[in-house]
């Protein structure tokens, strides 16, 4: 899915809760390289002091938890597919980032939040801090340990139409494909559309399209590191 960087976002509604360990991973294209500027590609905007963030930001990838910002020292390739992944061990209240297969190190946060309520990708709801590219996969998994760094590697050298769920479906407990996978969990055709964007785990989160371009031909999902 394409996102342009105006007024474009996804929902996810009602996500369930993760608890306070848990790892987020993204598949996506930025087309240009905010400094300041944050581009949403997870938020819980207005969740206050138990928010959660993750964006586009300094040229890499930035986790705020509402009053804690933690960013990446590794810088993502504009105008290129990146995996970034973001591991929280909320007991040790640690975050450790890894960019396409590299780990990035460990820093440390008071806050501890989990993921659960409502979440937006590409932008928030009011349509400030858009992201400007492409976006093919977003998966959660419960635990900070789900996936070690050899597992992150084989993602990335995957590809973004990579299906997460044929090596790496332990703790996972939400994934969006966004237009790369045509079955859901159980093995049926579930083809995401210009409008609704199906989690391919039981749980069924699903995302509404506002705005977001449906790219159906692969064009998007052209691999190149």
């Keep these: 899915f394409f996102f342009d960087g105006t007024n474009d976002y996804v929902t996810f509604g009602s996500l369930g809760a993760t608890g306070n360990d848990y790892t987020l991973a ?18 819980n905007d207005g969740a206050g002091a138990t928010g959660l963030a993750m964006g586009n930001r300094y040229g890499g990838i930035s986790h705020y938890e509402y009053s804690n910002l933690q960013q990446s020292n590794q810088n993502i390739k504009h105008g290129h597919w990146n995996l970034a992944v973001l591991q929280h061990n909320g007991s040790g209240t640690s975050i450790k980032f890894n960019i396409n297969g590299v780990a990035d190190g460990e820093s440390f946060t008071s806050a501890g939040a989990g993921i659960s309520g409502t979440y937006t990708t590409g932008g928030r709801a009011n349509g400030t801090y858009p992201f400007h590219g492409y976006i093919a996969a977003i998966g959660i998994w419960s635990d900070d340990a789900s996936l070690s760094d050899a597992n992150i590697l084989a993602m990335y050298n995957g590809g973004p139409t990579l299906d997460w769920r044929t090596s790496y479906s332990s703790g996972l407990v939400n994934y969006w494909a966004f237009g790369n996978l045509a079955t859901n969990d159980s093995g049926g055709t579930e083809l995401d559309t210009t409008s609704v964007i199906y989690d391919r785990t039981s749980n069924d989160k699903n995302g509404t399209v506002s705005g977001a371009t449906f790219i159906n031909d692969g064009g998007d999902v052209r691999f190149s590191k």
Excluded at 26 to 43: A, C, G, I, Q, R
């Design 26 to 43: 993204f598949w996506y294209k930025p087309m240009d390289s905010p400094s300041d500027t944050y581009e949403v590609l997870f938020d």
